[in-house]
T-cell receptor, first 114, second 111 residues
Framework: KAGVTQTPRYLIKTRGQQVTLSCSPI?????VSWYQQTPGQGLQFLFEYFSETQRNKGNFPGRFSGRQFSNSRSEMNVSTLELGDSALYLC?????????????FGPGTRLTVT | DAKTTQPNSMESNEEEPVHLPCNHSTISGTDYIHWYRQLPSQGPEYVIHGLTSNVNNRMASLAIAEDRKSSTLILHRATLRDAAVYYCILLSSSNTGKLIFGQGTTLQVKP
């Protein structure tokens, strides 16, 4: 079974631009969670989608948004990029968001904002 | 969100067992205990999880204290590939899909 895939793997953007990252979950998985990893803040939860609905959201500004499609694939968007948005963005998929299901992570998208 | 406390770092010799402790004194009755690890330059990887009973899988064992206020991840024979940051995380039924990563324990494995 194929794992979680994320595209693109690397991205360089300029301050003020916007970016869209994509995540394809493991086949059959319907929950997708997004995380941001930086050296200073570590791994932080962004949001979680299940059945095309955002079920949970972390403490990030409104510039960070996401969506999930009917095939469970998910995208996240960051508008008006800031230097501090440079990070590794990880998505994880799970059969369901319930607490007894484990999450499987993709390799991440490395975003650099200049 | 219930918090977990782990040692910052631990060392082990290759092919010896490793016991990674985690304290979670404010755990609620429905919180699942999850363990993930992150190898250098990779995304986190699921290791094991449990609720009340001890659990075993091909990667590790999870020993949960009777009062559930602590748990221990056991790697039976550490290999160099097990060198990683290990995270103990409580997943709440009221906080769906949200893993809260602390600082974790950095495990060094010496040949």
């Amino acid at each position: 079974k194929a794992g979680v895939t994320q595209t693109p793997r690397y991205l360089i953007k300029t301050r003020g631009q916007q970016v869209t990252l994509s995540c394809s979950p493991i086949s059959g998985h319907r929950s997708v969670s997004w995380y941001q990893q930086t050296p200073g803040q570590g791994l932080q939860f962004l949001f979680e989608y299940f059945s095309e609905t955002q079920r949970n959201k972390g403490n990030f500004p409104g510039r960070f948004s996401g969506r999930q499609f009917s095939n469970s694939r998910s995208e996240m968007n960051v508008s008006t990029l800031e230097l501090g948005d440079s990070a590794l963005y990880l998505c994880a998929s799970s059969l369901s968001p319930d607490s007894y299901y484990e999450q499987y992570f993709g390799p991440g998208t490395r975003l650099t904002v200049t | 969100d219930a918090k977990t406390t782990q040692p910052n770092s631990m060392e082990s010799n290759e092919e010896e067992p490793v016991h990674l402790p985690c304290n979670h004194s404010t755990i609620s009755g429905t919180d699942y205990i999850h363990w993930y690890r992150q190898l250098p330059s990779q995304g986190p990887e699921y290791v094991i999880h449990g609720l009340t009973s001890n659990v075993n899988n091909r990667m590790a064992s999870l020993a949960i204290a009777e009062d559930r206020k602590s748990s221990t991840l056991i790697l039976h024979r550490a290999t160099l590939r097990d060198a990683a940051v290990y995270y103990c995380i409580l997943l709440s039924s009221s906080n769906t899909g949200k893993l809260i990563f602390g600082q974790g324990t950095t495990l060094q494995v010496k040949p």
